[in-house]
């Protein structure tokens, strides 16, 4: 019998607990490992930068429930895959990253990529290891991929020596097999506070229901779903937890944000955190006498900016929503005598007329909001959001703002952004990982229509460039993925859409003294990013018009490979920081 190497055990453990997709980039020593991985039947997919390799695999744990596995070389590999470690943990999304390191006896002697990882990664994971020996192996990284998804997910890293690696055994009776690893245990609530908070919140004058990524992850939509139903409570999604509860129900207080925050006095908080996406719970934006009664599968989250831990229950979303249900019984909200909900229809008309008329604009070039209308329009006519055959992840200031309520979801886990660490540069690797837990191994044995699923990215043109070259890893693994770069050549709100002007823009004088060239939000003029698509042998559309994005749209969307439509849109407005020099510019077009 041959003798077993390293990789080729690292590789049978990987899938052995259920690995069956890893992300990342080879090289010295870790190629091995990889091949190893593919010969047993593990997809492997290789990106074009650790830090996009690490995203899609957290993002990937996510979407599937499980942690998604990333591979990386060491030293310079694993600062890369860090970006990951530090998205994983801000977002609770279940990582577990791998490593290759130098060999075990060179230690401190300047040997290639050395890099103490486990001192540097152990305060930012649950669990960093390095196997001591070949028969550990499959101990430590059952051990770690358990430890990054039980409780609340975070990320776990295990350091892979290249000694180990090009190890070998002769004897296979001495390895023993890394056991499957399945899905964590679950908790509920005790019946004596069940009851209390059943009795709180039929108390409630103006109750609120806030659903979070951590209930689209613990998959309770079905029972959040009959909660909201039977008890007529009015709810608000975080960005990621739209689609729990499709966004046209009625009870839906999205479009009437802020008015629920102020007046919603019993708030059930299920898998979001009371941090800077809801504005720490803190008045005026919330009503300072607002109750908060969070559930999390954290005990650690309990009472963190809340007020009041006592109220907090710590346990699974699925099971604790089942047994308030049944707890609150046949009790449910009245909303005719309730001024609260007509506070909340008042402002929803009122915000849903402003936003149309914003996306109705006729200017040339195109607003955020008119494109997103016609691409919403579009994509509906193909594909309807009930259907749920659409994945979007969207990203870049603006470009995420604004069309997270153009694009309705009707269904979970279909809507992915930039996330608790607002982390820019994401959106291709999430576009990656979305395609291949929606339309690769993980998806086998799903059925229906909305099976397969088309994954459209919306970018701004900074955002994209954190990661553009990954549009060629797309192109190579044939993934039809379609992505809309919103062109506003800059950071923020983009300069100008005048080319003279722009340019005058980056050498104007004052009294003859520069004023400094480039601003620091500036990009370049009008990049041509759908060139980018053409040279991978995928397909790329530049747009201007309504008429030409609603064409290439309609082209993307029944594209076989992945597709750039780079829509140039208008620069200097949606920008949220005011500077003296924009507002100096704004006034410079307007007197045109
Ligand atoms: P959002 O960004 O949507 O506000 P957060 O990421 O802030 O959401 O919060 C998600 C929360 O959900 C985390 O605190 C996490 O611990 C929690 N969580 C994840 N899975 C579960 C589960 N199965 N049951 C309960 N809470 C969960
Ligand atoms: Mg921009």
């Known amino acids: 019998m041959a003798p077993l190497t390293g990789a080729h055990i690292i590789a049978r453990c ?11 980039i080879v090289g010295i020593p870790v190629v091995e490992i990889a091949e190893e991985a593919i010969n047993l039947g593990i997809r492997f997919i290789g990106f074009r930068n650790e830090q996009a390799a690490s995203y899609a695999a957290s993002a990937y744990g996510y979407l ?13 590999g694993v600062l890369h895959g860090m970006a990951g470690i530090g998205n994983s943990n801000a977002n609770a999304f279940p990582l577990l990253l791998l490593a290759g390191s130098s060999e075990t006896h060179l230690v401190s002697r300047g040997a290639f990529q050395e890099l103490d990882a486990i001192s540097l990664l152990s305060a930012h994971t649950k669990l960093a290891l390095r196997p001591p020996s070949l028969e550990s192996i499959p101990d430590v990284i059952q051990n770690t991929y358990r430890t990054s998804w039980y409780g609340r997910p975070g990320s776990g890293f295990v350091d892979l020596p290249a000694d180990l690696i090009k190890g070998t055994l002769t004897d296979t009776e001495e390895i023993a ?5 399945p899905d964590g245990p679950k908790g509920g609530v005790d019946e004596a506070k069940l009851f209390k908070l059943a009795q709180l919140i039929k108390s409630a004058k103006a109750p609120l229901v806030v659903i979070g ?26 960005p990621m937890g739209k689609g729990v509860i499709a966004d046209s129900h009625p009870a839906n207080a999205a479009s009437a944000r802020s ?23 803190d008045a005026p934006k919330w009503n300072p006498s607002a109750q908060f009664i969070q559930v999390d599968v954290s005990a650690e989250e309990i009472g963190r900016n809340s007020g009041n831990a006592e109220l907090g229950i710590v346990g699974d979303i699925g099971i604790v929503v089942s047994q308030l249900k049944s707890a609150i019984g046949t009790w449910s909200y009245s909303t005719t005598s309730s001024s609260y909900v007509q506070h909340l229809s008042a402002a929803k008309s009122k915000n849903e007329s402003t936003a149309a008329s914003k996306a109705s604009s006729s200017k040339l070039p195109m607003t955020y909001a008119h494109a997103f209308s016609i691409i919403e329009r579009t994509l509906r006519q193909i594909s309807p959001p009930e259907n749920g055959g ?25 809507r ?18 979305a395609h291949e837990a929606y339309n690769g191994s993980a998806a086998e044995g799903q059925s229906g229509p909305a099976r397969r699923k088309k994954i459209v990215a919306l970018e701004g043109d900074s955002a994209f460039g954190f990661s553009a070259m990954e549009v060629e890893t797309m192109a190579r693994y044939g993934m039809d993925i379609l992505i809309f770069v919103m062109n506003n050549g800059g950071v923020y709100h983009g300069d100008s859409n005048d080319a003279e002007e722009w340019l005058n823009m980056q050498t104007k004088t004052k009294d003859g003294a520069r004023q400094g060239g480039l601003r620091s939000t500036s990009l370049g003029w009008e990049v041509g990013y759908e060139k980018l698509a053409e040279a991978c042998g995928g397909a790329g559309y530049v747009v201007r018009t309504p008429e030409e994005l609603e064409k290439a749209t309609k082209d993307g969307y029944e594209g076989r490979s992945v597709t750039v439509v780079n829509v140039i849109i208008e620069a200097g407005q949606g920008g949220k920081l005011e500077f003296g020099w924009q507002a100096g510019a704004g006034n410079k077009k307007k007197s045109k």
């Open 177 to 181: 097999e890394a056991a499957p690893v």
């Open 259 to 281: 008015t629920a925050l102020k007046e919603a006095d019993v708030v059930l908080i299920l898998g979001a955190r009371l941090n800077w996406i809801l504005h720490f719970g």
């Open 14 to 24: 990987l899938r052995d607990v259920g690995v069956t997709v890893i992300f990342g």
């Open 390 to 414: 659409i994945v979007y992840v969207s990203e870049g200031a603006n470009t995420m703002d604004i069309s997270r309520s153009i694009f309705p979801v009707s269904h979970p886990r279909l």
């Open 416 to 433: 992915l952004d930039a996330g608790t660490y607002a982390t820019m540069g994401v959106g291709l690797g999430y576009a990656i990982a």
């Open 64 to 76: 599937t429930g499980r942690p998604g596995v990333c591979l990386v070389v060491g030293g310079p």
């Open 213 to 238: 990524k951590g209930a689209a992850y613990a998959r309770a939509e079905i029972v959040i779903r009959e909660f909201v139903q039977q008890t007529n409570i009015p709810f608000l999604p975080t």
